[in-house]
């Protein structure tokens, strides 16, 4: 007996399809003539637009602050042939697309070659923060998994998506000025920074400044290490990898997961 969809069900897949440009394209969604696929390939088109155009708005906007300077609004990269090029691989969310646009984004106003020493850096920073804020969810509070507090049984892994960005300019020090009214480009000390970017388990994303621990912390945390082996390869005491990893589990840099 052949089961007939429910109304949800259907418009689920409306929804899908609606995001997911390479589904709309599928025969799959086809045969199933659930819309006029012309009229439903320009709503899809605008909703992308729309939807990145939000996301550039925010993630770049200390670029946005100095287009007076570089002649290039993020957020013009939407009207161009390279973001028409990508419409037909787009999936909404997806850290995949976030990637491909952010990297337009980067591309477009870094080609007009400002005299702002710490632009590259900048570019970076953002191009990090839309991209770590896109894909899905990985971990949530009813996860059951813990701090750092939780016991050999639990072993730190890094989440998917964290990001150690290792600057020339400490940026930090100049992005709220870039937000002020100001007359002259606000300038960043060039001094070596790191910064991590992580979600949080809430979905926000979260920047802290790094230090050479906590990178080989990010770097070696893979749920299969135990507390001592990961002090062993960071050359941390174990009271304070706990702190650390404390801290990086509040960020949503680090998880526990249970270990074999």
Do not use: C, N
């Amino acid at each position: 007996m052949t089961r007939v969809p429910s109304d949800r069900a259907l418009q689920d897949d409306v929804i899908r399809a609606l995001a997911d440009a390479p589904y709309r394209a599928s025969a799959e969604w086809r045969r199933r003539g659930l819309a006029d696929p012309d009229p439903m390939e320009r709503y899809a088109r605008f909703l992308a637009r729309h939807f990145y155009y939000e996301r550039i708005v925010h993630f770049f906007k200390y670029s946005r602050a100095l287009t007076r300077v570089t002649g290039r609004a993020p957020e013009a990269v939407l009207k161009s042939p390279a973001f028409d090029a990508l419409l037909p691989t787009l999936v909404l969310g997806s850290r995949e697309t976030a990637t491909s646009v952010a990297q337009l984004v980067t591309a477009h106003v870094a080609a007009g070659r400002p005299p702002v020493p710490y632009l590259a850096d900048l570019l970076r920073y953002e191009e990090a923060m839309m991209v770590v804020e896109a894909g899905p969810r990985v971990w949530r509070d009813s996860d059951g998994e813990g701090g750092a507090g939780t016991g050999d049984p639990h072993r730190p892994e890094t989440v998917e998506g964290t990001r150690l960005l290792d600057l020339a300019y400490d940026l930090p020090t100049v992005l709220p000025k870039l937000l002020r009214p100001w007359t002259e480009v606000p300038q960043a000390p060039e001094r070596r920074t790191k910064l991590l970017v992580a979600r949080s388990q809430h979905g926000r994303v979260a920047v802290a400044k790094s230090d050479e621990g906590v990178a080989a912390v990010i770097e070696l945390a893979d749920g299969r290490r135990t507390l001592e082996e990961l002090a062993a390869g960071t050359g941390l005491q174990v009271a304070e990898l706990r702190q650390t990893l404390q801290g990086l589990v509040d960020l949503g840099a680090v998880r526990f997961s249970t270990g074999s």
